[in-house]
T-cell receptor, first 109, second 114 residues
Framework: GNSVTQMEGPVTLSEEAFLTINCTYT??????LFWYVQYPGEGLQLLLK?????DKGSNKGFEATYRKETTSFHLEKGSVQVSDSAVYFC????????FGEGTQLTVNP | DAMVIQNPRYQVTQFGKPVTLSCSQT?????MYWYQQKSSQAPKLLFH???????NEADTPDNFQSRRPNTSFCFLDIRSPGLGDAAMYLC?????????????FGPGTRLLVL
């Protein structure tokens, strides 16, 4: 079956630090890949997506590249802000959404 | 702006007292989903509607039911809430136009069971 494995949290960074949250997946076919962000007390917001190998999704300074050879979709941001503090979910879609367990990010001033 | 709306944002109910959560969408999407999310966990799919066709997940308790009277609205009914049903409930939508795989979520309703 399909599965998504995310880097364990929580992750704590200082403002302007570089962020990487690792995500690897297992799928039977060729899924689309997503990063969703959940701010405290809120629903999930689509952050970025990629639908095929070597696609790069990007939004709000965040980027992730669909790597079929390593079955990965790592999330990166060059300079995080306090407002980026949230839980980040990696997910794949192949008929249904399969989520990773989420990674809590805290950015300190 | 087109969006997914959930009301109320916070709902308090008593143990065993039926409760209904609401979701509406202005996106005109064919598919509407209900997820349960417990603290610090990934969302868990309960069921979804494709137009009027209802699709229940195998492990969704019978205590959870859903109704979709029209394209725009979908309801989650919990017939006899237990303490373990306290959670965030998320509604989401998708459509062929978004490739089906992209789901758009509402802000969620946090349910507290006393």
């Amino acid at each position: 079956g399909n599965s998504v494995t995310q880097m364990e949290g929580p992750v704590t960074l200082s403002e302007e630090a570089f962020l990487t949250i690792n995500c690897t997946y297992t799928a039977t076919g060729y899924p689309s890949l997503f990063w969703y962000v959940q701010y405290p007390g809120e629903g999930l917001q689509l952050l970025l997506k990629a639908t095929k190998a070597d696609d790069k999704g990007s939004n709000k300074g965040f980027e992730a590249t669909y790597r079929k050879e390593t079955t990965s979709f790592h999330l990166e941001k060059g300079s995080v802000q306090v407002s980026d503090s949230a839980v980040y979910f990696c997910a794949l879609s192949e008929a249904r959404l399969t989520f990773g367990e989420g990674t809590q990010l805290t950015v300190n001033p | 702006d087109a969006m997914v709306i959930q009301n109320p944002r916070y709902q308090v109910t008593q143990f065993g007292k039926p409760v209904t959560l609401s979701c509406s969408q202005t996106l005109n999407h064919n598919v509407m989903y209900w997820y349960q999310q417990k603290s610090s966990q990934a969302p868990k799919l309960l069921f979804h509607y494709y137009d009027k066709d209802f699709n229940n997940e195998a492990d969704t308790p019978d205590n959870f039911q859903s109704r979709r009277p029209n394209t725009s609205f979908c309801f989650l009914d919990i017939r006899s809430p237990g303490l373990g049903d306290a959670a965030m409930y998320l509604c989401a939508t998708s459509s062929p136009g978004t490739g089906f795989e992209t789901q758009y979520f509402g802000p969620g309703t946090r349910l507290l069971v006393l």
